[in-house]
Nanobody, 119 residues
């Protein structure tokens, strides 16, 4: 069993920065990548950014050059630094652990952390 504990997010004016982190606890050998999805109600869930344990990253074109994912494998923790935030980045961000850079099955979900960008 895997538990994902996310933290961070919040509210910021457009152009500002926020960060997220997510720590995995439990059967951490059952996945090899972590990252975040986001989903606005009524829209399809979007992979924001993911990183594998050997450092391969995958990200949505919409966040290229603005969001950066990093990881501390010893702590089973990933971090997402979000810069130059836009109102369209407003969403609930869900920590996710899975297989490969696309966070495939079998996968696990954490609770969502709200990111709100205004202005």
């Amino acid at each position: 069993q895997v538990h994902l504990v996310g933290s961070g997010g919040g509210s910021v004016q457009a152009g500002g920065s926020l960060s997220l982190s997510c720590a995995a606890v439990g059967s951490v050998a059952s996945f090899n990548a972590m990252g975040w999805y986001r989903q606005v109600p009524g829209k399809q869930r979007e992979l924001v950014e993911a990183i594998t344990t050997n450092g391969i990253t995958n990200y949505a074109d919409s966040v290229k050059g603005r969001f950066t994912i990093s990881s501390d494998n010893a702590k089973n923790t990933v971090y997402l630094q979000m810069n130059s935030l836009k109102p369209e980045d407003t969403d609930a961000y869900y920590c996710h652990a899975g297989q490969g850079p696309n966070l495939g099955f079998p996968y696990y979900w954490g609770q969502g952390n709200q990111v709100t960008v205004w202005g």
